[in-house]
């Protein structure tokens, strides 16, 4: 399911609804967020006639300024929970259920009421334990090369948003275009430009949508060739174990190769190559925050006080979640202990076999009886194709 979205600043005009029509017709969303409509809910009724959307909701302007509103199309199912000049809730429905939760976000845009906004985020991550995930403007910045101007974003703001983003336990979606989503004074000197949108959910939401990571195990599952489901699994466990590795630890490569481009600009003394080393030295800075966080949300603690930011702390905890984690030994039918990858996996291979292998010492009686004891509805469910949610349960 596609979903957008997308500040207006003002449905009030032509050019606008144009530009909104456009992006409907390539990207088509099947549920959208717009923020700043600057308009009321009749205007917002008519809009949802034109690209035939199944129903929308509101929030009317405030003042000359404000106004939120979501549509969604006739193949979404969802409900508004809770609503305020600043957000919209929407539950997500599958088989008359709630399943996941999506926060329809804006910001405050005013600095004074930015502790405002990030107690606003810490509420609505009490709200349910549902998965989760909230995407909007949030009128703020992460990291300081979130902005691209003549004046730093205060270093206390940057940290505020962070810690509330972390204390939410939400991860970031990476996004894909162009790094900034706002911009002012195009082509002048004082041209100023700041990445203010941003999506973000927390592990279960990830758990219940894997994106890619599906894509990247359903082509390895289908490459492997037809054997013995128990092969197979541990085949694809390996692999899942491996992608993990190289999509989460690629920090220390990319911090290497950062330092590298740094070092190329040390001796730099024109104008342009002492711009280019400071552009460069704040990248190399936001990855190794990066890292922080990372280690921080793995090991699921979610403080830092002072010390070293390589945060050895962090990376035990993490590790002592992963052996906590791991099968040590098994016992097998004669009550030893069998310890050793290979020594275990032909334990489990043995024991599945067994399992699943038709004993030859039944009666012909036997045998009849057994027959009727599995209902039809059972073997339907039985034979089954398996469903990926319940492989990648399997192989937690």
């Not at 600043?9 to 923020?35: E, H």
């Not at 995407?135 to 509330?164: C, I, M, V, W």
């Not at 699994?233 to 920090?251: P, Y």
């Amino acid at each position: 399911m596609n979903l957008l979205s997308w500040n207006c600043r003002g449905l009030g005009n032509l050019r606008t609804v144009r530009i909104l029509g456009d992006l409907i017709k390539s990207l088509n969303p099947a549920f959208v967020f717009l923020s700043e409509t600057l308009v009321d809910k009749g205007t917002i009724a008519e809009l949802c006639l034109k690209p035939r959307f199944a129903d929308f909701f509101a929030v009317d302007k405030v003042g000359r300024g404000g106004g939120l509103a979501v549509l969604w199309k006739h193949t979404v199912e969802c409900k508004i929970m809770d609503h305020s000049n600043n957000h919209i809730n929407v539950h997500f429905i599958e088989n008359n259920c709630p399943v996941w939760r999506l926060s329809c976000y804006y910001g405050f845009p005013e600095r004074s009421r930015k502790h405002n906004a990030w107690n606003f985020l810490r509420r609505l991550a009490m709200d349910t334990n549902m998965p989760w995930c909230i995407f909007g403007d949030f009128n703020d910045l992460l990291y300081s090369t979130d902005k691209r101007g003549e004046h730093p974003h205060p270093p206390g703001l940057l940290e505020g948003f962070r810690e509330a983003i972390e204390g939410c336990n939400l991860v970031e979606l990476e996004l894909k275009g162009g790094q900034f989503t706002w911009e002012k004074s195009k082509g002048k000197t004082n041209w100023v430009k700041e990445k203010l949108d941003r999506a973000f959910a927390t592990e279960e939401w990830w758990r219940k949508f894997p994106l890619w990571f599906k894509e990247e195990v359903s082509v390895y599952w289908r490459s492997l060739p037809a054997t013995n489901i128990i092969p197979k699994l541990m085949s694809v466990s390996e692999f899942m174990a491996k992608w993990g590795r190289a999509f989460f630890h690629k920090f220390r490569d990319k911090v290497r190769c950062q330092k590298e481009v740094l070092n190329s600009l040390v001796n730099r003394e024109d104008d342009a190559g002492v711009k280019l080393y400071f552009e460069e030295r704040e990248k190399l800075n936001e990855l190794l925050l990066h890292e922080e966080v990372y280690w921080k949300q793995r090991a699921k603690t979610f403080w830092l006080q002072e010390g070293d930011a390589n945060s050895r702390y962090f990376h035990a905890q993490a590790s002592k979640r992963r052996r906590l984690n791991k099968i040590p030994h098994l016992i097998n039918d004669e009550g030893l202990r069998v310890e050793g990858q290979e020594e275990m996996n032909t334990m489990t291979n043995e024991y599945f076999t067994n399992i699943f292998t038709a004993s030859e010492t039944l009666s012909e009686k036997e045998a009849i009886v057994d027959q009727h004891i599995i209902t039809e509805t059972q073997n339907e469910r039985l034979v089954a194709d398996v469903s990926f949610e319940e492989f990648t349960e399997a192989v937690k």
